[in-house]
């Protein structure tokens, strides 16, 4: 099972927005509405910030949403503020009790 | 408040196995499946596998297949993943995460992580 492919950066100024790109196949992202994305700072737990592809866990701000694409899905954060500086990574299913991750991408509040 | 709470941080040689404990709290251990994810240094997030806290049923990813062995101890809530033949690129952050409620597929709460050093 492939990493799912994600940019390795990606940055805006604080109020601005941005979107990060998790691109995968027919048998994980695009065959299953079970994305979710996780955002992780320095030395931390990686912590859920949305799943089935565009739902929020209580206590996540409004400003974090996601969607989907056929085979590629998408984080957005907007109205950037200085603590959403971290790295991020999606996560699909993949079928026959198989998970697969992203390869991160660095998000910089500039 | 849901918790997950790792051993610490272990030193092996290569050709050894380590024991990473994970002790759940705050909700109802047999309801919710656990997840093992590694990072190695500097590097993304890797999925081991799955362990069913109420029956003890895994799933492992081919790569772990064989290395690895997931099981649970009801009475102490705690779910354990032992990985074997441990070589240098096992160096890694290990987590527990707990699966999310119901038919889910995402990782709702994570533990702390437990840093595994293979070296000579």
């Known amino acids: 099972q492939s990493a799912l492919t994600q940019p390795p950066s990606a940055s805006g100024s604080p109020g601005q927005s941005v979107t990060i790109s998790c691109s995968g196949t027919s048998s994980d992202v695009g065959g299953y509405n079970y994305v979710s994305w996780y955002q992780q700072h320095p030395g931390k737990a990686p912590k859920l910030m949305i799943y089935e592809v565009s739902k929020r866990p209580s206590g996540v701000p409004d400003r974090f949403s996601g969607s989907k694409s056929g085979n590629t899905a998408s984080l957005t954060v907007s109205g950037l503020q200085a603590e959403d500086e971290a790295e991020y990574y999606c996560s699909s299913y993949a079928g026959s009790n198989n998970y697969v991750f992203g390869t991160g991408t660095k998000v910089t509040v500039l | 408040q849901v918790q997950l709470v790792q051993s610490g941080a272990e030193v092996k040689k290569p050709g050894a196995s380590v024991k990473v404990s994970c002790k759940a709290s705050?909700?109802?251990?047999?309801?919710?499946?656990i997840h093992w994810v590694r990072q190695a240094p500097g590097q993304g997030l890797e999925w081991m596998g799955i362990?069913?806290?109420?029956?003890?049923?895994?799933s492992y990813t081919q790569k772990f297949q064989g290395r690895v062995t997931m099981t649970r101890d009801t009475s102490t809530s705690t779910v354990y993943m032992e990985l074997s033949s441990l070589r240098s690129e096992d160096t890694a952050v290990y987590y527990c995460?707990?699966?999310?409620?119901?038919?889910?597929?995402?990782?709702?709460?994570w533990g702390q992580g437990a840093l595994v050093t293979v070296s000579s």
């Open positions: 995460a707990r699966r999310g409620s119901g038919w889910a597929y995402h990782f709702d709460y």
């Open positions: 705050g909700y109802t251990f047999t309801n919710y499946y």
């Open positions: 362990i069913n806290p109420s029956g003890g049923t895994t």
